[in-house]
């Protein structure tokens, strides 16, 4: 039982490493006219959106839809990233767990 309870607490501890490395990892997810950027990090914050400085963009309904796209693609390359690290830590192939 002690073994169960060591290899839990082994587990416990890998997942708050996860949390904070996936906390600390960053990247960026472009529009694919490249006009909008958004960086977010491994947690699902978004760190900054960045407009292209000399943006003569399209009206706003497609530029709303040009960064809800964008933080959605971000989004899910965050999961993307998760279900890795989560790999490493549980043995698992859990696509989506996060």
């Given amino acids: 039982m002690f073994d169960k309870m060591k290899a839990l607490f082994e587990m416990q501890k890998k997942m708050q490493e996860l949390k904070r490395e996936l906390e600390n990892t960053t990247f960026e997810i472009e529009s694919p006219d490249k006009s909008l950027r958004v960086i977010m990090n491994g947690s699902q914050e978004i760190q900054e959106i960045k407009i292209q400085k000399n943006f003569e963009g399209p ?3 497609e530029l709303e839809t040009a960064l809800k796209d964008t933080c959605n693609r971000a989004i899910k390359r965050s999961h993307d990233i998760a279900a ?12 989506g767990l996060m």
């Fill in 84 to 95: 890795e690290k989560m790999k490493t830590v549980t043995g698992l192939n859990l696509p």
């Fill in 59 to 61: 009206p706003n309904s």
